[in-house]
């Protein structure tokens, strides 16, 4: 009976999405296990059932043979035995002959309350079982690191299996460990990855290993950075090192900065997987960790990102919406236009959820952009300010407040007169991505229901717009409303 309540409750949510995975009822968190096996994508995420915190840790499964349709396929790993008492972690998966091996965490508390981490291994089968090792792959972390030892990437090089588990010094400093195996049961430490990087934090989640076009990515979630200019203003953050990785040496040298992956306010836990195609294809949790969001009364929080398409240009990390999401679109409504210190409401393509592609050119004004989620008390903005060279998403009137302690705004430098944006707007989210993907902001926000209309804008000057609005979904929106999410 209180699983029933708390599904009607959440279904009754006014801030429910259309597009996104999110879960029935309960709290979803990290994206877990990502891969193609078997003919279809296979995702699965955290999720605990008893509401919008974070207790007791399960892997909740989806999969799809497009990245856009999702089916639910019930709750995959539980807590069962003494290792994982207190909970199945965050992990990954490898595709190998009739089995999609999943690599996790268990999570033990003694008595004290001591956190005891160790790695373990579950398996699908083609049949839709899943089996479970009864004792853990690695019991505990090497001497000299602490018991924030979680998070396994698990892939395999040449006759070897790697297993790289993001992990913290004794020094509480952060560090990726690396295990090497020729059967997938008997692990070797190796050291901790050589990466020639001060230090970055005092502990790496998620680590994420892979190669695009060439070159060498090392992915991961850093706790505990400091702000720097207009990056890393979130509680948390996520970025990616491009460089080389020598992997029968343990070393992975960086070929520049390590990129923040995304300036918006929620996203955090990205794991990716390489599609049948050859596309590396990334999925992130769009929320944050020690975050109170709107919905969370509601019985339910948290979501996932869209998928994004992975490539490298000059040497940064580009992230575009998969193609496959056009299937979502409806109508569209089309307008080409140039605004001189002035707005104009978009009569025709009010509501969400909306998909916006928008090109701005500056023709002299001080700054332009779209207004979105509006009404007479609220309204979300994306703009480009051409006075200060920067590109803005301002939630600070964009409904029930979040995190307002780090803020309300967050910016880009962006010094061009041309701009494109594609938007994609939900029920409770946005997700801009600037240029093809140079750029993206994710952000959750929890509008008024009425707060639906769309603006145009320029201030002080004068701005040509090509903008195109398509309305999305009813396919996939039935079919989550009816086998998933409500």
């Not at 019930?74 to 972690?89: C, R």
């Not at 990466?195 to 060498?216: A, Q, T």
């Not at 236009?337 to 500056?362: C, D, M, W």
């Amino acid at each position: 009976m209180e699983l029933e309540n708390l599904s009607h409750k959440a279904a009754a949510s006014v801030w429910r999405q259309a597009f996104h995975i999110q879960p029935k009822y309960g709290l979803l968190n990290d994206p877990n296990g990502f891969g193609w096996f078997d003919g279809k994508y296979h995702l699965f995420y955290q999720w605990f059932l008893l509401g919008a915190v974070h207790g007791l840790k399960h892997w909740y499964h989806v999969t799809s043979i497009d990245l856009v349709n999702w089916k639910d396929e019930g709750v995959a790993l539980t807590p069962e035995y003494d290792h994982e008492s207190h909970g199945i972690f965050s992990g990954s998966s490898l595709a190998s002959k009739d089995k999609l091996y999943l690599f996790y965490t268990a999570n033990k508390r003694d008595s004290d309350w001591v956190r005891h981490s160790s790695q373990a291994l579950a398996w699908l089968n083609k049949d839709g079982s899943i089996e479970k090792l009864e004792k853990p792959l690695i019991s505990k972390p090497p001497e000299g690191y602490t018991d924030n030892f979680r998070d396994p990437k698990v892939l395999k090089h040449e006759r070897m299996y790697y297993m790289f588990v993001g992990g913290q010094t004794d020094e509480q400093t952060g560090c990726i460990l690396t295990y090497q195996s020729n059967d997938l049961s008997n692990w070797l430490f190796k050291g901790p990855l050589g990466i020639n990087v001060e230090r970055l934090g005092f502990m790496w989640e998620c680590p994420d290993v892979f190669s695009i076009d060439g070159k060498d990515l090392l992915m991961l979630s850093p706790q505990g950075l400091s702000s720097k200019g207009h990056q890393f203003q979130n509680v948390y953050h996520s970025g990616t090192f491009i460089g080389e990785h020598q992997i029968a040496e343990n070393i992975f040298r960086t070929a520049g900065e390590f990129q923040e992956l995304d300036c918006g306010f929620d996203f955090y836990a990205p794991q990716t997987t390489l599609g049948p195609d050859n596309r590396r294809i990334l999925i992130g949790w769009m929320d944050l960790p020690d975050t109170i969001y709107p919905a969370d009364v509601d019985g339910w929080a948290n979501c996932l990102t869209i998928p994004r398409e992975l490539s490298i240009k000059q040497n940064r990390l580009i992230q575009k919406p998969v193609a496959e999401l056009m299937k979502l679109r409806q109508e569209a409504y089309k307008i080409e236009i140039e605004l001189v210190s002035e707005q104009l409401e978009i009569a025709n393509a009010n509501g969400r959820p909306v998909e916006i592609h928008l090109i701005l050119t500056n023709v002299g004004c001080e700054q332009a952009g779209i207004k979105f989620n509006v009404s007479e008390q609220e309204e979300t903005v994306l703009l480009l300010n051409f006075a200060e060279g920067h590109l803005v998403l301002d939630r600070t009137l964009a409904g029930q407040p979040i995190a307002e302690d780090d803020g309300t705004i967050r910016r880009k430098p962006y010094m061009e007169t041309t701009v494109e944006l594609t938007l994609f707007i939900d029920t409770s989210s946005v997700e801009v991505f600037v240029n093809q993907g140079e750029a993206v902001f994710t952000s959750r926000l929890f509008p008024n229901p009425d707060s639906q209309r769309l603006k145009l804008f320029a201030e002080d000057g004068g701005c040509k717009f090509d903008a195109t609005v398509w309305s999305l979904g009813s396919e996939f929106s039935k079919e989550l409303s009816l086998n998933f999410f409500q």
